[in-house]
């Protein structure tokens, strides 16, 4: 059974969450006065109104100003004032032009306009119409305070709960991977770290009868930008595998990079030309493909900026790197028919082989302030190669970890290991 949550049965998710919040939703009903009422009758009536901010003065139905009780309360408690003005009209209190509004406007547009307003809306309130004008109620600053906070909090709840449902499904894409690399390997390790809840890191390994193909992706982006990459590359890749692919490295990149582009809109599909494009997508992954024979004892890697560490238990004096190609899979400066290269490394037993996102590599911390780099990363490899893999895992996270400090995480993490 697929989980399910909530906002996915909703049919306008946080669109449909906004429109319930309503002008009608802040709705005030309080004593009025006509024009002809005197400010003696004002008086009384927010003296038996304590509750009442502003009353308003309506024509017939047709709302035409509000008086503030603190304005009103002010002047009369000057000397004479009530004698002078107990009998004239309430005009003479009254803000002729208050911020009048219908009872169909959104909240939020209710909040931009109660804001250009300046200080008069939130302190006096405004009026609320039906759809003709015709006076209703008033409303409140502080409702429309209050009631942005609560749609902004309800929008955000739905809002996670989708992330937690995209992290489900992108979990679930994974499962597939883990099951592959456990049927293939009997010492690795796999560590997906996110740095928020979804990312745009994946990992991908498929089993074949004459071996298995394994890759590390960094998609552009993290969160939710990079978890809809992660799926668009995954489903990417399983079609390339299944044209027979998986023996070629350089030319599954090739092939990916050719769908990619495609499918993101990055050339001119008449001309055959790179174009750009202010609206153009300039997206695309970092990556290693590696294809692995257990019975030739070999393997062909192939990467777009994602290098291989190796360590060999015959000669563990140093680590050997093998960059890959520095053109990435897609972009708009990476050409259609780019080429990427092949290279055969011969396997024997014990040999370690890691791959790494560009995350671990670049996280800013220690002493200096600077990136964790590829040396600092090589050398942790080296010092703790001859520990079964998972242990490796942890002894380098806990070297990262305490490298980074309290620095903010900068991109996702993914580590893959494992040994021949």
Same mark, same amino acid.
């Given at each position: 059974? /697929? ?14 969450? #906004?429109?319930?919040?309503? $002008? ?72 002729? #032009? ?9 909240? /939020? ?6 804001? /250009?307003?300046?200080?008069? %809306? ?11 004008? !015709? ?14 906070? !609560?749609? /902004? %909090? ?34 690795? &390790? ?45 489903? &990417? ?24 582009? $495609? ?130 895992? #942890? ?26």
């Amino acid at each position: 059974m /697929q989980p399910t949550v909530d906002s996915v049965n909703t049919q306008f998710g946080a669109k449909k969450t #906004e429109a319930e919040y309503i $002008t009608k939703t802040l709705l005030r009903n309080c004593p009025q006065v006509s024009p002809n009422a005197t400010g003696s009758e004002v008086l009384v009536l927010l003296t038996e109104h304590p509750e009442i901010i502003s009353l308003p003065v309506v024509d017939n139905t047709l709302p035409i100003g509000l008086i503030n009780r603190s304005l009103f309360m002010d002047e009369m408690s000057k000397p004479f004032r009530r004698e002078v003005f107990a009998r004239k009209s309430c005009i003479a209190f009254m803000e002729k #032009e208050p911020l009048v509004v219908k009872e169909s406007l959104g909240i /939020q547009e209710l909040s931009f306009k109660v804001v /250009q307003s300046g200080s008069k %809306a939130l302190k006096d309130g405004f009026v609320i119409t039906d759809d003709h004008g !015709e006076y209703l109620g008033i409303g409140t600053g502080e409702d429309v305070m209050r009631q942005v906070a !609560e749609l /902004q %909090a309800e929008k955000n709840r739905l809002i996670m709960e989708s992330i937690n449902y995209a992290s489900v499904i992108q979990t679930s894409f994974l499962r597939s991977s883990r099951e592959d690399i456990s049927q293939s390997l009997a010492d690795y &390790f796999i560590h997906w770290e996110p740095r928020d809840k979804v990312g745009g890191d994946y990992y991908f390994c498929k089993k074949f009868q004459d071996g298995f193909f394994i890759a590390l992706i960094d998609c552009t982006g993290h969160g939710v930008p990079g978890a809809f990459m992660t799926l668009i590359m995954a489903s &990417f890749l399983d079609h390339i595998l299944l044209e027979d692919n998986r023996h070629d490295p350089a030319g599954a990149l090739a092939s990916m990079n050719r769908k990619v582009k $495609t499918a993101l809109g990055q050339i001119n599909l008449q001309s055959s030309s790179l174009y750009v494009d202010s609206n153009q997508s300039d997206d695309g992954m970092d990556t290693a493909f590696c294809w692995i024979d257990m019975e030739s004892m070999q393997m062909l890697y192939a990467g777009a900026k994602t290098p291989l560490f190796m360590i060999d238990p015959n000669d563990d004096q140093q680590i050997n790197i093998i960059n890959g190609d520095k053109k990435c899979v897609g972009y708009v400066d990476t050409p259609m028919d780019y080429v990427w290269t092949n290279h055969t490394i011969s396997l024997s037993k014990g040999m370690c082989i890691y791959l790494t996102t560009d995350g671990i590599i670049d996280q800013i911390g220690g002493a200096k302030q600077i990136a964790f780099g590829k040396q600092r990363f090589s050398q942790q490899l080296l010092a703790n190669y001859k520990q079964p893999m998972p242990e490796q895992s #942890e002894l380098l996270l806990e070297s990262f970890y305490a490298y980074q400090g309290k620095q903010r995480r900068r991109d996702d993490v993914s580590l893959l290991g494992f040994r021949i």
